[in-house]
């Protein structure tokens, strides 16, 4: 059986979305005849924990671990605000605090290109001491933090390896990554980094057609579309919710808060009683102060379900109850080619979409082709509001459900195929 070596910083039981993506992969890999072996830090700091994740992973699978230091862990001394930086919900620039001000400085210019930066060195004395004593010949990096795939650009210079760097979201067109407060040098080191890696890992792996075409501006080096996916969880059919839930799961930063949603539900609550005695908004994980105050401006906090932070077995079944889930991205052309993996969960709960993102937006072909909801940019109020009224419509007649077609294409062990399909070529 082919040995893999897979270098991941978010592993169970980190929670949220970065560790859905390579913890399924590992779970099918082997029935592709291809083994993998884990590397993840020893002391990881994660900004949210799912300790139920660890019931996924097989006893079989090798992990190793090897110790990191994370200045993450130092500056939760100093302020309580580290999580959420660590999260990437950034404070909104007029109301940062000169500590957070301070802290987005170091976290840019000091670490390049990200915190976990200090885990290289070691991890490649570590790793290569492993890779000759084991016959390792495949190596697999994925970031965000990007800083691992400088783990993959040690090795593959030093051993006689083929190397796959895994980008889950972008490097230096990511959201956030403006709002780091970069220097002219630490911008140019970040560039010239992400080139580096481009071009000498021999196979890179993005999640969207918009980050490949970003990407081969940058490299000739080959670029596979492997999206992020669903998987067959056994969370069972779940009651619907009584009221009329439009349901948000996931990380809410203040980038991404559309007024024009929250102006549209609004005037829907206003104009109309029979809506605005059923609505109810439902979040479920880490929502920015920014986001919620907007709400609040609105007049729709009275319409709020804030669950908080919850396990993801726990948000299966939420997603499930919903009687509409809302998918968000925030209104730039950097973003995208972001699609969340939350997207193929929302698919496979066969529940209806309403997506608001920007204009162009990959997530908007992969709604329209499986037929699993309606998308929006920031510019469409009426068809905002237009596609609420419809959904309440037939939730008032008992009958709100999609007609997904296509979704096997997104299982998660159809796209472990497709990853398998590479590292045998």
């Not at 790793?127 to 970031?143: F, H, P, R, W």
Request: a positive charge; charged letters at 25%; hydrophobic letters at 35%.
């Amino acid at each position: 059986m082919k040995k893999v070596l897979i270098i991941t910083y978010y592993w169970p039981p980190a929670g949220g979305p970065g560790v859905q993506r390579w913890l399924k992969f590992v779970k099918y890999l082997p029935d592709y005849g291809i083994e993998p072996i884990v590397y993840i830090p020893e002391n990881p700091t994660y900004p949210f924990l799912d300790k139920g994740l660890l019931n996924e992973v097989d006893e079989k699978v090798t992990i190793l671990k090897h110790k990191i230091i994370e200045p993450y862990s130092w500056a939760s001394i100093f302020s309580k605000n580290t999580k959420k930086i660590s999260a990437g919900i950034i404070p909104d620039k007029k109301k940062q605090s000169f500590t957070q001000r301070l802290m987005l400085w170091i976290r840019g210019n000091l670490f390049i290109p990200d915190a976990r930066v200090l885990w290289v060195k070691p991890s490649i004395s570590y790793l290569s001491d492993y890779i000759q004593k084991n016959n390792i010949d495949t190596v697999i990096t994925t970031g965000p933090p990007h800083s691992l795939h400088l783990i993959g650009l040690g090795l593959k210079k030093h051993h006689n390896i083929k190397w796959f760097a895994d980008f889950r979201d972008p490097w230096t067109t990511i959201g956030y990554h403006k709002e780091l407060k970069l220097s002219d040098n630490a911008a140019k080191k970040h560039k010239e980094l992400e080139r580096e890696v481009l071009n000498i890992a021999d196979q890179v792996i993005v999640t969207s057609p918009t980050t490949k075409k970003e990407f081969q501006v940058i490299t000739k080096q080959p670029i596979t579309v492997i999206t992020n996916g669903y998987d067959v969880e056994k969370v069972g059919k779940q009651p619907a919710d009584e009221k009329f839930t439009l349901a948000h799961i996931g990380s809410f930063l203040s980038e991404r808060n559309p007024l024009v949603l929250w102006q549209s539900i609004s005037e829907l609550v206003n104009d109309n009683q029979e809506f605005k005695k059923a609505f109810q908004l439902k979040l479920i994980g880490a929502v920015s102060q920014e986001v919620l105050s907007t709400m609040t401006k609105f007049g729709l906090n009275r319409y709020v379900n804030n669950l908080g932070y919850i396990s993801h077995a726990e948000a299966l079944v939420e997603q499930r109850k919903s009687q509409v889930l809302l998918l968000v991205e925030i209104d730039s052309p950097d973003t995208r080619c972001i699609i969340p993996g939350k997207l193929f969960e929302y698919m496979a709960a066969e529940r209806p979409i309403l997506a608001v993102g920007p204009e162009g937006a990959d997530i908007e072909s992969i709604i329209k082709t499986t037929n699993t909801g309606v998308f929006t940019t920031y510019s469409e109020k009426e068809k905002i509001k237009e596609t609420l009224l419809n959904y309440f419509k037939h939730y008032q007649e008992g009958n709100l459900k999609v007609n997904a077609v296509g979704l096997q294409y997104y299982s998660r062990k159809n796209l472990t195929g497709q990853l398998a399909n590479l590292l045998n070529n």
